[in-house]
């Protein structure tokens, strides 16, 4: 049983991201589109939105990123903000991430660090 849910949130229009989504060959919970909301990543709108798509407040959520500015985005509504692959950290500084895990593997037993 999984500890956490799993949801893509993206800027793709909700067909070709629920098409991308089942895909990807791993269990998701929901795809939520910033199209939905108005907004696009990261204008903190779309995020606003993802939150209450996922029903729960932002700091129950973390944003999992392989750049800074999705975390940027879902700062402000309280989420916490992982850098996923270390290759990418060049665009990060120390307060943008807060955790850093070089590859999905083990990401979720580093969560509970958030």
Not at 58 to 67: E, L, M, N, P, S
Request: net charge negative.
């Amino acid at each position: 049983m999984c500890r956490y849910q799993m949801s893509v949130f993206s800027n793709s229009d909700l067909q070709s991201l629920n098409n991308a989504v089942t895909r990807l060959g791993i269990p998701v919970d929901r795809a939520i589109s910033a199209e939905q909301a108005g907004y696009c990543k990261s204008d903190s709108g779309a995020y606003n939105h993802a939150i209450k798509e996922l029903g729960m407040p932002g700091a129950r959520a973390a944003y999992v990123a392989d750049h800074a500015w999705d975390i940027r985005g879902a700062r402000p509504v309280g989420m916490a903000g992982a850098c996923l692959y270390k290759i990418t950290l060049a665009d990060f500084d120390d307060s943008q991430a807060d955790l850093e895990v070089s590859g999905p593997a083990g990401l979720g037993d580093r969560l509970t660090e958030l």
